[in-house]
Structure formats: structure tokens, C-alpha cells
């Protein structure tokens, strides 16, 4: 997968961190339905019920302890960003500093989708799937 609109000149580095997290999220849920399709033919319940269990915050703040350690300098202040931005609400099921380390992690996703590497999304993702 490459971004759809590539040719427009954006600088991730100067969106907000929630801009990042905004579409991070979506990355990130996109990765996740993938691979649960790839996996296995089920039905569309089933598959919803798994996908929640990686992308619920509680289970994205768990994924940030196993990545810190092979995060580079530039993605780790990514991720801090997004961690200390200042979100409008935070949900009534959701722990506070699992939903602020969930925002840091969907920046970051974000701003590598943006810059076009898709390649270490992978990468993270490939380290967070196999439990390392």
C-alpha cells in the first residue's frame, strides 16, 4: 500500500500530534483487519471482537513497552509528542495513561505513514505481532 494522495506536499513533522494520531489510527486499524483476514475466513463479528482486542488503547500502550527499546531518536519524540498532547476528551472506559501512550502510538504510526514508510510500520508491527 502507498499513501493515495503522495504528490501533496505535506510535512508530517509539522502536523499536531493529534493530526498524526488521527490518521494513525486508521493505519494502524487497516493493518490490524489485514492481517486478521489473511489469517483466516470469518465472520465479520468474530473479526471485529479480535480487531478490538489490538487496537483498544489498553492493548496499544502494552505494544509502546515492547517498541520503545528499537525506536530511533526521531520517532521516539514522535511518540512523546503524541503522548503529552492534550486530547478534547479521554473515554470513560479508558485508563488515562493507556489512552495518552495509545495517542503517542497512533502518532507515530501516522507521521511514518505519512513520511512514506509504510516499510517500518511494518517492521514495528512485525515486533508487536510476534510478542518480542
Do not use: W
Not at 7 to 25: H, Q
Not at 99 to 115: R, V
Amino acid at each position: 500500500m502507498e499513501r493515495f494522495f503522495a504528490e501533496k506536499n505535506i510535512k508530517p513533522n509539522e502536523l499536531s500530534p493529534l493530526t498524526l494520531a488521527f490518521i494513525g489510527d486508521t493505519v494502524f486499524d487497516l493493518l490490524v483487519r489485514e492481517e486478521l483476514v489473511c489469517r483466516a475466513n470469518r465472520p465479520a463479528g468474530e473479526l471485529h471482537t479480535l480487531a478490538v482486542e489490538k487496537v483498544r488503547a489498553s492493548a496499544q500502550a502494552e505494544f509502546v513497552k515492547a517498541l520503545m527499546p528499537v525506536l530511533d531518536e526521531e520517532e521516539a519524540a514522535v511518540y512523546r509528542r503524541g503522548r503529552n498532547a492534550k486530547p478534547g476528551h479521554i473515554p470513560k472506559n479508558a485508563d488515562p495513561g493507556d489512552y495518552h501512550s495509545a495517542t503517542g502510538f497512533e502518532a507515530l504510526i501516522g507521521y511514518l505513514y505519512l513520511c512514506g514508510r509504510l516499510d517500518r510500520i511494518k517492521e514495528l508491527y512485525d515486533i508487536i505481532s510476534s510478542g518480542r
